[in-house]
């Protein structure tokens, strides 16, 4: 079969096409994702790749080169609209184009329409197939054969085994972030630590943010995306929205899940990740539908297949490298919450979850922990695409929030819940370990006692800022061993509202 190599000018000259026909004929309702369409090898890489040299670099010439080999292949408008849309460039082009990425492919798939489908031949031309260029085609000599998740089988028509490429035929690109330095993008981040410590809030604080387009608490970047809340714990409707409505979210731009899933037989279960990996179809799915940037799994065990051994390095590799290869392939951050482990005086990676295998999978490993009775910290426990990132301090406080005619939502007209204000960069060091000579004594505790019983009987109640203050100017070094004292003394700490700012008081009780 000859190959005819047209341009869209030529098309127009020929009268094959004209602006916007066809439109009335496109439904793009009900399509579904193929996962390996027949298509070119070099179309295949810029539909799994955000960018490319092709076409001089016009990404939106590569959008509409990807788009009509699409409907060239066969494709239905709404199989090309949703195949479109799944894949890494899809995603995006809706990144580039934020705000009008759905009238965006529509058109460019109307617009294929009009010339693709001409006198009754899918291509367009009698005398044999038609490779439709939108611009200047700019040849590719490498003769690369590209492979790619998204788009082509891992087998090969060459045989089967162990798949290899040369490293000069890797196109090399930059890291995509969701948060720089903090959540990338198409890849695992784990947040841990211990109960109370706002993991979830965290979370949904950054999806609050995505939803709206909002400054990330680094105030450093903006971007704004649709985000998918997985909890087993956390109800939907007293904690989950309300929280949201706290950080003044687009709730219309966030989807909840308790994890429930109905089977064709119409028999309930909860979705599970197992070594088989059967449920990241029904999730992949989900993230379709919803067009979902930022995928929260909390916390993460709860939702792990019975038998499979969170203790066992090998068990958590076969359940996490599909979820790995599904954010890869979706070009989705998938952050998932764990509790750390009671091993206080290791090294953090050792204390996520039950092995280092999560440690391992994840490429940003995120912990929190408490500074002190008022503040908490955010801060990089490992950090596999850049140096390790800032800590950051936070607190979590109460806000009140009353419908308008601006912000609303179904329910109660006054929401009362959680949200993180973010308090700026602070140093901190995870990985200090205690060493002997700062461990605390008897005698020390002792004093202590004394010097805070002494301090809060002679003075109006203090902040604990104020305490730890007060015990430098003393000479303690250790502020662990002051709240040590609290609790020996049962130390009543009442947080109150200073001028906006939350605050933690001490004082003695009086009996």
């Given amino acids: 079969m000859s190959i005819v190599k047209w341009t869209l000018k030529q098309f127009k000259a020929e009268g094959l096409y004209e602006e916007k026909a066809g439109s009335k004929e496109c439904s793009f309702d009900g399509g579904k994702v193929v996962r390996h369409p027949n298509i070119s090898d070099r179309i295949k890489g810029l539909l799994a790749t955000p960018g490319g040299s092709t076409y001089k670099g016009d990404r939106s010439a590569q959008d509409s080169a990807v788009i009509s080999a699409l409907l060239g292949a066969g494709l239905s408008p709404a199989d090309t609209y949703a195949t479109f849309s799944a894949s890494p460039r899809g995603r995006d082009a809706e990144h580039r184009k934020n705000g009008h990425f759905v009238d965006y492919v529509q058109r460019t798939i109307e617009s294929g329409v009009g010339f693709i489908n001409h006198n009754g031949h899918k291509n367009g031309h009698k005398s044999g197939h038609v490779l439709v260029d939108f611009a200047e085609p700019k040849s590719d000599s490498s003769g690369r054969n590209i492979n790619v998740n998204f788009s082509t089988p891992k087998t090969k028509s060459t045989g089967v085994g162990l798949i290899s490429q040369k490293g000069s035929d890797v196109e090399v690109g930059d890291i995509d972030w969701l948060w720089p330095g903090y959540i990338p993008s198409g890849n695992l981040t784990l947040l841990a630590g211990d109960p109370g410590m706002a993991k979830s809030t965290i979370a949904i604080d950054i999806a609050a943010t995505l939803s709206k387009g909002g400054l990330l608490p680094t105030g450093d970047h903006r971007v704004t995306g649709n985000s998918l809340i997985i909890s087993a714990e956390d109800s939907s409707s007293n904690t989950i929205t309300p929280r949201l409505i706290a950080c003044k979210a687009k709730i219309g731009r966030i989807h909840i899940m308790d994890g429930e899933i109905i089977d064709p037989d119409g028999s309930r279960r909860y979705l599970s990740f197992s070594s088989d990996g059967d449920d990241l179809e029904l999730l992949e799915a989900k993230i379709i539908a919803t067009k979902a940037r930022f995928v929260v799994i909390d916390p993460f065990n709860a939702f792990l297949e019975k ?40 090294n953090p990676l050792y204390r996520v979850g039950g092995s280092i295998a999560f440690t391992g999978a994840a490429r940003s490993v995120l912990g929190v922990e408490s500074l002190d ?13 850049s140096v390790n990132s800032s800590a950051l301090k936070y607190q979590v406080k109460q806000v009140s929030r009353t419908k308008t005619s601006e912000y609303t939502w179904k329910g109660n007209n006054v929401v009362n819940s959680s949200a993180i204000r973010w308090c700026g960069l602070t140093d901190f060091n995870p990985k200090k370990i205690t060493t002997p000579e700062e461990k605390d004594t008897v005698s020390d505790i002792d004093d202590a006692v004394r ?55 001490w004082r003695i009780p009086e009996s």
């Fill in 307 to 346: 038998g499979v051994d969170s203790h066992k390095d090998q068990s958590i590799r076969t359940v996490l490298r599909p979820l790995k290869d599904l954010a890869e392939s979706m070009q989705v951050s998938i952050l998932i919450i764990l509790h750390l482990n009671k091993k206080g005086d290791s």
């Fill in 373 to 385: 009775d008022e503040y908490r910290v955010l801060h990089s426990i490992k950090a596999n695409l």
């Fill in 451 to 505: 010097f805070l019983q002494l301090v809060l009987t002679e003075s109006e109640p203090l902040g604990y800022t104020e305490v730890c203050n007060e015990a430098k100017r003393a000479g303690f070094k250790s502020m662990s061993l002051i709240r040590q004292a609290g609790s020996v003394l049962k130390v009543r700490k009442d947080r109150i509202n200073d001028h906006g700012n939350l605050r933690w008081i």
